[in-house]
DNA sequence: CGGCACGTGCGACATTGTCGCACGCAGCCC
DNA sequence: GGGCTGCGTGCGACAATGTCGCACGTGCCG
């Protein structure tokens, strides 16, 4: 079996079992006859191919095709109902725990959708803020979300940055440095750049191979989340980037 | 990163690559970014999903798109004048050492469409085979090309597998069994199951990932092909299948 | 009912994927 | 125009991961 040093070869030969299932539905025999490999090494790229969407099997008759992952490729994977539904109660047991108000979005066409959204837990009045719009880069949520997503950002800077209060970054050089920042980091930060006096920290959910599908961040008055040097609390730093981890492994599982 | 012990992991990161670039046009730094890769290992994903056609590079811009390769998936992304081309000199080598005439084929619609067709070198009426199809079942050519595809055979089966000869293998036990022996030796042969008198050896010619694209073959008499026990000779198949690999190799490089 | 083939999963270890580093090139700024 | 920075590419050491033999359970066939 002739393989080019430099290239990896596992991803090769995924692309061959791609190839062959898009003539045609097999069995893992089947697929392990044509490449020449043994049936457990073929089993473990249909079973990752799988995992990632891009295959699936039909039980009944043990026949692998092509799945929606592939045909759809446009899609993230990931609706927003099922990023809520794996999320939210990491985001309820956050909120217990860090003591402010917590919300979980993705990006959607340039703008923040919140999809779940729990209050702080001691506050009687507030206003639930699910399906709503925010904007990317004045908000923790979504710097975080843009800091992974280089076209998202190209896209904010194109359409102008607006100054939700002077602290709002709105050069791009700024942005970039403060997205910089938070891929260095694993987490964001945003000080009164959304609303004066209050702050959020933000973490990336990932899915398969690392990809980010969301994010999960808490806000509250400026001197609750940060220290006297504007800089975010390590304690609540370490509760939303645990959580966020939390929530990636689920998705990772499934 | 959240990787899932059992799958893998490289192939889960190069399903999130094409899930980004199916998003919009990226370049290697903001792949890297998008999933907190190193540069390096970014690239080498790249590289190889270049190398397979499932991506693309803009050489002015140095941005990444999906391929055709992948956008196409069904057609098998080499071309019947592309194989000729990279397997014609090679065919000529193995006519000259080998002394027999020799055949590059592949599958098409059920049957074996012959894309390069070699004299045998001593003699002097031969009629040219380009273009012309020959059956699967009865041929070396087609038997080694059954014995990696499974739907295929099934087609073959199903259809009826005519008898040219007395000793065409007409009983798809029969069939499976001499696919099962070709798997396992790495090559093909048919004594007078296709033309009395006459035998064939052949063997594969592989693509990325060790995907079949097409087979190398060696026709002839009888009893110059095999020995008396009509075993194929084993100088003769060390040419073929060496002949094969070297085609195997040079796609490689592609 | 027994034998066979298949799909699945575990775990040892050899191989391969990872990734730091270096380099060349292009673009930008002073 | 030169220096600096950032980017894309490729090399090679070695740690991590992919490979794959083996075992098991299930279903099918004679």
Redesign the interface.
């Known amino acids: 079996?002739?393989?080019?040093p430099?290239?990896?070869q596992?991803?090769?030969?995924?692309?061959?079992?791609?190839?062959?299932l898009?003539?045609?539905r097999?069995?893992v025999k089947?697929i392990a006859?044509?490449?020449?490999?043994p049936k457990s090494t073929a089993h473990?790229?249909l079973?990752?191919?799988e995992?990632?969407?891009?295959v699936e099997q039909d039980t009944r008759t043990a026949r692998y095709r092509?799945g929606r992952?592939?045909l759809e490729?446009?899609e993230?994977?990931l609706d927003l109902n099922e990023l809520r539904g794996r999320a939210l109660n990491w985001a309820d047991a956050l909120a217990a725990r860090g003591g402010e108000e917590v919300r979980i979005g993705a990006l959607r066409d340039g703008h923040v959708v919140v999809v779940h959204h729990v209050f702080r837990p001691d506050d009687s009045v507030q206003s639930l803020d699910t399906g709503h719009l925010l904007p990317p880069h004045a908000t923790a949520l979504g710097k975080v979300l843009l800091?992974?997503?280089?076209?998202a950002v190209e896209v904010a800077v194109r359409a102008g940055l607006e100054a939700y209060t002077r602290r709002t970054l709105t050069l791009p050089r700024d942005l970039a440095r403060s997205l910089t920042e938070t891929?260095e980091r694993?987490w964001s930060l945003s000080v009164e750049e959304w609303e004066a006096g209050r702050a959020g920290i933000a973490a990336p959910v990932?899915?398969?191979?690392?990809?980010?599908v969301g994010a999960i961040g808490v806000s509250g008055p400026v001197e609750r989340l940060c220290d006297t040097r504007r800089q975010a609390r390590p304690a609540l730093v370490e509760h939303v980037t645990a959580t966020a981890?939390a929530i990636?492994?689920d998705l990772?599982?499934s």
Request: glycine share 16%; hydrophobic share 45%; net charge positive.
């Open positions: 079996m002739s393989h080019v430099g290239l990896i596992s991803i090769e030969r995924s692309s061959a079992v791609l190839r062959l898009a003539a045609g097999l069995r089947e006859d044509a490449l020449d490999l473990s790229i079973r990752t191919l995992h990632v969407g891009f092509l992952g592939l490729l446009g993230d994977g800091a992974y997503n280089a076209p891929r694993g990932r899915s398969f191979g690392g990809l980010v981890r990636t492994r990772a599982g």
